[in-house]
């Protein structure tokens, strides 16, 4: 049985912890040669640590400092952990439960609500080919406590040359999953047991990703893509005018901007809209055998023309293969 724990190196934990994101007001609800580190614990923990640093930085991994996810082998469900300031109960990581009804194109969704006056916490994962990723994430009293998260889960190597195009560019291509602090559809949420801070379950957002890496080496290797295709899921946007808010609304589109390859094979670099404005940062590592799979974490901010009521902040998780 495998279990991945994604982490953050030490000296990024400290500026990880206790960040916090505005939430808007909340409706009245009224009720190969890489060495990732392996198992160093026996019992099937992918372990990241100071030395192996293939995670998310702190700004994206923001409030979260440690994932445990166990994805199952079909007699076991799967199962998810996730600790760090705001996700933590009772100074401990939380307990996630499994909701098949809330999943995404690519990615299995869970969610911990202590009772019906606690945060509602929604959390999406994906396994691809050796890597895993992760965002999550609650809104209450005004703060939007989340972030993402991504590790790998075995050995890397680059293609062959023998199998790489002449241009030495290979495209990758999976899904994305994004948490915003806006209020979703509150389905998911329990009844309110007392005077109610009114918890609210997040709006997310899903997409198409495109990576696109050169492992040639000529003028350096390095690595470009972004999230297409992108919607809204909840009806928080008015679309047509009409007053109401309708689901899976188009927004805009996601650019990575080129940034160089290591030879560990990751990468981070800057977040930028089809109008060349910067909005926030990405990173990812390849995974796999000749770098079969590509995944990563993002964060951005005030990137929605279409959501001008409050200041906007997405994190997201996207996976891809080849």
């Known amino acids: 049985m495998k279990r991945y724990w994604l982490g953050v190196a030490a000296m990024a934990l400290l500026s990880a912890c ?4 505005v939430f808007p007001l909340a409706p009245d609800l009224d009720g190969g040669t890489q060495d990732d580190g ?5 019992d099937g923990n992918i372990v990241i640590d100071d030395t192996v640093q293939i995670a998310a930085p702190a700004d994206i991994a923001n409030e979260i400092d440690s994932v445990t996810f166990n994805p199952g082998d079909g007699s ?5 952990s996730i600790g760090g300031a705001g996700f933590d109960v009772a100074g401990a990581p939380a307990e996630y ?4 009804g809330l999943d995404v194109p690519g990615f299995q969704a869970f969610t911990s609500q202590v009772d019906g006056d606690s945060r509602h916490y929604l959390a999406f994962v994906s396994e691809e080919d050796g890597i895993v990723a992760m965002a999550a994430g609650s809104g209450q009293f005004a ?16 293609p062959l040359a023998s199998n790489v195009p002449d241009l030495g560019s290979v495209t990758y291509t999976g899904t994305y999953v994004g948490i915003l602090n806006r209020a979703g559809d509150q389905g998911d949420l329990l009844p309110p047991t007392g005077t109610s801070g009114n918890p609210v379950q997040i709006a997310e ?3 198409t990703t495109i990576v696109q890496a050169d492992f040639s080496g000529d003028g350096g290797k390095n690595v470009i893509g972004g999230i297409f295709d992108r919607t809204v899921v909840d009806p928080i946007i008015d679309t047509d005018g009409d007053g109401t808010p309708d689901a899976n609304a188009p927004v805009e589109n996601l650019n990575f901007e080129i940034t160089g390859l290591n030879e560990d094979g990751t990468f981070s670099g800057t977040v930028i809209k089809d109008d060349f404005t910067a909005v926030g940062g990405y990173a990812g590592a390849f995974a796999g055998q000749e770098a079969t799979a590509v995944g990563g974490a993002l964060k951005v901010n005030n990137h929605i023309d279409q959501l001008t009521d409050a200041p906007t902040t997405e994190y997201g998780a996207f996976t891809a293969t080849r």
């Open 18 to 21: 206790g960040a916090s994101d």
């Open 38 to 42: 392996g198992d160093t614990s026996g």
């Open 76 to 80: 076991t469900p799967p199962t998810l």
């Open 97 to 100: 439960v499994r909701k098949p």
């Open 143 to 158: 703060q939007f406590l989340a972030g993402a998260n991504f590790t790998r889960t075995g050995t890397y190597s680059e």
């Open 205 to 207: 957002i899903t997409g």
